[in-house]
Every structure is written in C-alpha cells, then in structure tokens.
C-alpha cells in the first residue's frame, strides 16, 4: 500500500516487517528516528524482539554478534562516528560469517564535527568483509533491507550487510512509499535457518584464533564468497521483482545510457538529482546517461565494463575522498575499465552535506567533456 | 513541479508544517517530498524546510531555490534572512505578521499577510503558528485540500490538540478565503 512517511520510519518499519529476533544500537543523527521507531514497537509489542540497550555502538554491535552466533536475526543501525567506533566490531562480524543487516544513515566523519551527509562513513568501512547496498530513494531503501537479509544469510554467503542511504537527505524525507504487507514479507524471506549456532550441548567457538597457516585462507574465503555473491544478489533480486515489481536484479542500473556519450556514475541519492539534469541535457541534445551503482561490495566491475563499454567519457561522482588518492568510486570505475581505455574523471562533490544541484551535474558534464576532472569540486577558493 | 520554501525559527514547527503540507497534498493525489533544511536543531535559530509537489516520481533532492511558494512564520526573519531570494514570478508569499509591511516582495509576485501568531493564541493558546499557516497556504494556492489538511492534523496529532489546530487552520483558510 502506498503511504507518505519519513525515510528513517518507512526504513524501521521494513526492518520490524523482516522480523529481528535481536536489536541493538546507540542513537546518533541522523539515524536517532529509525532506533527510536523501532524501540517504540518493541515496546508496545508490534515487534516481537529482544531490544538490547547499550553504552555505545561498539557494544551494540557486539551485542549483535552474540545474539547471531547464538542463532538469531540481528538489527543494528548508525552513522558516521558511530560506525567508526565499530570498526573493530564490523571486521569481527564478517569474519565469524555472521549475516547482521546494519542500516547506515551516511554521514560525514569529524573532525571537523559534521552531522550532515556524504558517504565517507561506509566506504571506509568499504574492506570489512561487509555487503554495501546503496539506495537511491527511500523505496529502494526500504526494499533493500528485504533483499539485504536473504543475500546475507544464504547458506552459500553468511556475511554481514550494510544497507546505505543518504542521512537527512533521504532518512529525513518524506515520499510515498509503497510498502510490502507482512504475509508478503514472510514469503520473500522466511525464518531464519542459521548455519551454525552456539550451543551449550554442542559447543563450537566463532573467531577463534588463526595463525599464519590459516589466517590467509581465511581472508581469501571471505573475498571467494563476497564475489560468489554477486550471482545471490541478481538471483534474489531477480525474485523479488517477480513477487513485487520492482526489479533489483541487477547490481547496476544504466539511466538513458544506451546512446550515451558521457557517462556520470554515482551512488546513492544524488542519481536523482542527475536522472533531472540528464533529462534537460537530452533536451538540448546532450548525450548524457547514468550509470547507478547500487551495490558497493561486492563491487560489480564485469557489470561496469559492460555497461560503459560504448560512452566517450566517464564522470564519476564521489561523496567520499580516501585522502592522498581519489574518491573510492572512481577508483573502482578506473580498475573496471583499465583495459578499455575509456577516459574516466573524478569529482569529489557534496561533503559534509554541501548541496549538489542539477546545475553542478551539468558543469561536471561540462568538465569531463574537456577532459578536465580529478578534482574536488566547487571548492570555496575565497575561504582556502 | 510546484516548490514551498518555509521560513521560520527552531521551536515554530516549520518541519512539521512541511511534513503534514506532504501528507495533505498525497492524499489529494500528487506526488510530495518534504524535507527539512538540515541544521542544528536550536530554538530560535533560523530554519527552513521544503515541500515539493508534481504529477510523477520526485526524484530531485538538492534544496529549493526557487519556490512558487514561501511561507514566512516570523516576520523579523525578514531582516535578517533573504527569505524571498529566487521566488517565482507568479508566485506566492504568505507571512506571518499583524503589520503593515515595510517590505517588499519582488515584483509579480503575491503578498498574502496574516497575523497567525494572533489566531493561534486564541485557538490553540500558544503562539504556535504553523497550523494557521497551513490552512493560509492551502486557501491561497489549492495544493492541498483543507479537509486533507484535517485529516493529517488528526492523525499527527492527540485529539483535544488536533480539534484547536484545525480550528487555528481553519480560522486562517477562511480569512485569507474571504480576501480573495
């Protein structure tokens, strides 16, 4: 049914509706509403879940492996500094193999103190072992935490999940939303099977110890299975779009790219923006399409290389900067199309919530069209 | 697309407003977004949040600069804010304030003054003005129905608070109604 609410409500009534047997998280802007929304229905037994209150979020987190190890289907969210104080947390989840959907209301990283929105939070986060959907609006948001918990827990993954959308820009918006009913819910992702479980009668340990006759292997499996599902991923999105219409069966999605000349490539929210000011470009004859990334890691890069295969020229557009080097997507856009050599520029845009408007979109086209990128873009020249 | 840009200070409800402006105009069967300027949540700090209303999928999510619609809740925001930069013209300006204005809005564009603070004192015994405003933008730009504007004022809120809101609105849609 389709109802107009806030992204962060529409998020925390899709997690109620995959039904977490265990939550735990810290409150932090801008994922303060989803926590809130969710402890409110575990309290007036909407939700029939354990809510674990914690100190911060690197015991929420570690509440969350517990309660996954002992056999349950875990919640956790936040953002930002809360992430970072996870690190540790969210590299010990993917390496015990335990399938956590952590929603993450992306936000900027201090110092300076930030509160609003860019990507840089995740995509530190990018090495971890974690899936990392991305969301370009709050029905995607919300169906992908559906899609996150079915992929993660495949027998064949067991890994952990992020589910990214843009902190105020999307968790503090209102749109319609057309939500899935629970008994649909229930027949996309059923109960939670876990693989292994700790048991008093049984004992087994998670995490344990390895030294460097195995350390190794370990981390060369995790790499194996985040790449192994990529076909999960297409397979389970492929299924959700015949039960609901809206097809995530691909792990990229190309906006009037078919003809494109010049290529923008993004994440998340800003695809929006862009699919507007492609669509006054094409008024003016401007063979401009988009390229939306929608899952991060595993990162798709056959898929990449086949949809830019045929454009001039590619723009990509990063909320994040890994200092010293360029922005984490271009990174991955230059790797996926090395061979081809296809002209791929950089433009670091919209941190620490600077506003990207269709204006901006169109003078990066601009740009790329004289080869001139790598560049943050729209820098305060009067403020440096 | 049509865009509101709501002036106001932190405490005044402009969020709110545009949340329940959101909800009203969807249930007439648009499209609407609604989004707040995001800042430091502090009371009396200036704010703003957005509305924005079409007949497809919204998918622009930069902020709004060039309104067909403001809503100014504090009228001494005008001195120290632009709070008409980019409006339209044909556009429509509704401020709150019980003063003749010695301003001006740029030209072709409408000036709707009303004093909410007054109404809302009376109805709701706070001056809490964003649910007048509301039911003043709904008489002055039909983007949204007054009895959606009720439905969504029952919904957000307890029963005795809803009843005086809609009165404050209603008071409002009928005064600026009358002018026209």
Not at chain 1, 174 to 183: G, L, N, R, T, V
Not at chain 2, 155 to 177: C, G, M, S, T, W
Request: proline content about 4%; overall charge negative.
């Amino acid at each position: 049914m389709m109802e107009i609410t806030e992204g962060s409500h529409a998020v925390a009534e899709a997690v109620r509706l995959c039904r977490p047997q265990v939550i735990s998280a810290y409150p932090i802007t801008p994922q303060t509403h989803i926590v809130e929304a969710l402890a409110e229905m575990v309290a007036n037994c909407q939700l029939d879940a354990e809510y674990i209150t914690v100190e911060n979020e690197f015991s929420a987190l570690s509440a969350c492996i517990g309660a996954s190890a002992a056999g349950s289907r875990t919640y956790s969210a936040t953002t930002s500094q809360g992430l970072a104080l996870m690190f540790e947390v969210c590299f010990n989840a993917a390496g015990m193999r335990l399938p956590i959907v952590m929603s993450i209301a992306n936000r900027a990283l201090g110092a300076p103190l930030s509160i609003w929105n860019d990507q840089q939070d995740s995509i530190s986060l990018r090495d971890s072992g974690w899936l990392q959907f991305y969301a370009e609006d709050n029905q995607e948001a919300t169906d992908l935490h559906f899609l996150a918990y079915r992929v993660a827990e495949d027998h064949s993954i067991l890994l952990p999940a992020f589910v990214c959308f843009d902190g105020f820009i999307l968790s503090h918006t209102y749109e319609p939303i057309d939500m899935i009913s629970q008994e649909d819910v229930d027949r996309f992702l059923p109960k939670f099977s876990p693989y292994e479980r700790l048991d008093a009668a049984d004992p087994i340990s998670f995490g344990m110890y390895a030294t460097p006759e195995y350390y190794h292997e370990f981390r060369y499996e995790m790499d194996r299975v985040l790449k192994q599902s990529k076909a999960i991923i297409q397979k389970t999105g492929k299924e959700f779009s015949r039960m609901f219409g809206r097809d995530y069966s691909a792990m990229v999605e190309g906006y009037r790219l078919e003809d494109a000349e010049t290529a923008i490539v993004a994440l998340g929210s800003i695809c929006g923006t862009t699919k507007d000011a492609i669509d006054e470009m094409r008024e003016e004859d401007k063979k401009v399409g988009l390229l939306k990334i929608r899952v991060f890691r595993p990162f798709p890069t056959e898929d990449v290389a086949k949809a830019l295969a045929h454009v001039k020229n590619v723009a990509v557009l990063d909320k994040n900067i890994s200092l010293g080097a360029k922005g984490a997507l271009a990174l991955e856009i230059k790797d996926a199309l090395y061979s081809s050599g296809i002209p791929v520029k950089d433009y670091i845009i919209g941190l620490g919530g600077r506003d990207v408007r269709k204006k901006d979109i169109k003078a990066i086209v601009a740009l790329v069209e004289k080869d001139q990128g790598d560049i943050f873009y729209g820098l305060r020249r009067e403020v440096l | 697309m049509r865009e509101l840009r709501i002036h106001g200070r932190g405490g005044q409800g402009s969020v709110t407003a545009a949340e329940l402006i959101a909800v009203a105009a969807f249930e007439g069967g648009v499209f609407a977004q609604a989004f707040p300027a995001f800042g430091v949540e502090r009371r009396g700090a200036p704010v703003q949040a957005f509305v924005r209303f079409d007949d497809k999928i919204i998918r622009k999510r930069s902020q709004v600069y060039e309104p067909d619609y403001i809503i100014v809740q504090d009228s001494t925001l005008i001195k120290d804010v632009n709070v008409f930069q980019g409006v339209k013209k044909g556009g429509i300006v509704i401020v709150n304030t019980e003063k003749i204005p010695d301003y001006k809005v740029p030209e072709g564009v409408k000036l709707i003054t009303i004093d909410a603070t007054t109404i809302a004192l009376k109805a709701i015994g706070l001056p809490i003005t964003n649910t007048s405003l509301m039911g003043a933008f709904a008489a002055a730009t039909g983007e949204i129905k007054f009895s959606a504007l009720e439905n969504a004022l029952n919904h957000r809120f307890p029963k005795d608070l809803a009843i005086k809101n809609i009165e404050a609105a209603r008071q409002a849609y009928n005064i600026v109604k009358g002018a026209a």
